[in-house]
Nanobody, 123 residues
């Protein structure tokens, strides 16, 4: 499984961005996918997760109600719609894949990672 993350950029506070995670590999459709982010000088932290069927989703408290994770019907692309962005959302965002039925919040649970895409939110 190979992952590529796209869609980062510079946006003003209150704005929106949509990140995409495109996967290749014949088993990707059975993997749960999560987004993580890492701000400068901080540890990588969980943001949102979606199960391989797209029916299970959950979010960190810091983004709940503002971000939405989804995956297309072919299960090739996973999206992270980010609304009402705040300066504290500034980070490099990574998508990651795990074969676990229920995706966890720990970095160690994920076998595959995308290269990251930078999101910068100005105040």
């Amino acid at each position: 499984v190979q992952l590529q993350a796209y869609g980062g950029g510079l946006v003003q506070a209150g704005g929106s961005l949509r990140l995409s995670c495109v996967a290749s590999g014949r088993t990707f459709s059975t993997y749960a996918i999560s987004w993580f982010r890492q701000a400068p000088g901080k540890e990588r932290q969980f943001v949102a997760a979606i199960g391989w069927r797209g029916k299970i989703t959950y979010y960190s408290d810091s983004v709940k109600g503002r971000f939405t994770i989804s995956r297309d019907s072919a299960k090739i692309t996973v999206y992270l719609q980010m609304n009402s962005l705040k300066p504290e959302d500034t980070a490099v965002y990574y998508c990651a894949a795990t074969p676990h039925v229920v995706p966890g919040r720990a970095v160690e649970e994920y076998d595959y990672w995308g290269q990251g895409t930078l999101v910068t939110v100005s105040s």
